[in-house]
């Protein structure tokens, strides 16, 4: 099957060495939960700040649309397909189909393909969107609809773990049956005003969840510094 027939179709584990040196005094028991209260406070503190990150700074001005997705710079040995606003069919039949959702600004899509039609390993499919709203509540709005939609992809999925991006990210793995089974992985996340998504396609085994988040931290990178 060729690519372009395809294109158609914390949790933080903490490891406490003992208690402090001077456990025998009638303090053993208490300083140990001292100890947990305390990193658990220091815990809560980073999941705050990473949040306000995440939320801080200036808005992503809708003028900064098309920079916010994957480009052929991105994607070496892969040819874009498609590079343009989104339109009511990418999201036709979904929770997003609205264009004008919490206060929506606008959404651009980009795909790619191997520059080799004869490829048929690795990702044969790339698809990077953004989205962009006049607020970050908007934006919030339209991630939790993503994650409504992302857990009900596929009638089998897995749900991945995704490090390094924001702290509303969500990602899955499915697979879809035919002559030669295909794997994809979604990933979607948020950042300020603006949601953004990749979707990797290839044959099951020929592509990695490792590659997919690669492709996401590109995408990110470029949202980071718009």
């Not at 003992?18 to 815990?43: E, I, M, T, V």
């Not at 191997?114 to 698809?127: D, H, I, K, M, R």
């Not at 857990?151 to 899955?172: C, F, H, N, W």
Request: with cysteine; glycine share 10%; charged share 20%.
């Amino acid at each position: 099957m060729s690519p372009s027939a395809l294109a158609r179709r914390s949790k933080y584990v903490v490891f406490l060495g003992g208690s402090p040196s001077n456990a025998n005094d009638g303090n053993s028991h208490a300083q140990p939960r001292l100890w947990s209260r305390a990193l658990g406070g220091f815990l809560a503190l980073g999941v705050i700040l990473l949040t306000a990150a995440c939320d801080g700074g200036s808005t992503i001005a809708a003028a900064r649309l098309n920079q916010l997705v994957l480009t052929e710079q991105d994607m070496p040995g892969f040819r874009t397909f498609y590079n343009g606003a989104q339109v009511r069919l990418d999201n036709q039949g979904t929770n997003r189909v609205d264009a004008a959702r919490f206060g929506r600004e606008g959404g651009w899509i980009s795909r790619f393909h191997p520059a080799v039609s004869t490829t048929t390993s690795g990702p044969l499919v790339v698809e990077s969107r953004a989205d962009l709203f006049k607020t970050s509540d908007g934006a919030k709005s339209d991630f939790a609809a993503y994650k409504t939609l992302l857990s009900k992809a596929g009638s089998v999925r897995q749900e991945i773990v995704v490090l390094g991006l924001t702290p509303d990210t969500k990602g899955v793995t499915f697979t879809q049956p035919g002559g030669r089974t295909l794997r994809f992985f979604q990933i979607a996340w948020r950042d300020r005003n603006a949601t953004a998504s990749i979707t990797v396609e290839g044959f099951d085994g020929d592509i990695t969840q490792e590659q997919a988040i690669a492709l996401a931290k590109k995408q990110q990178a470029h949202i980071k510094g718009a």
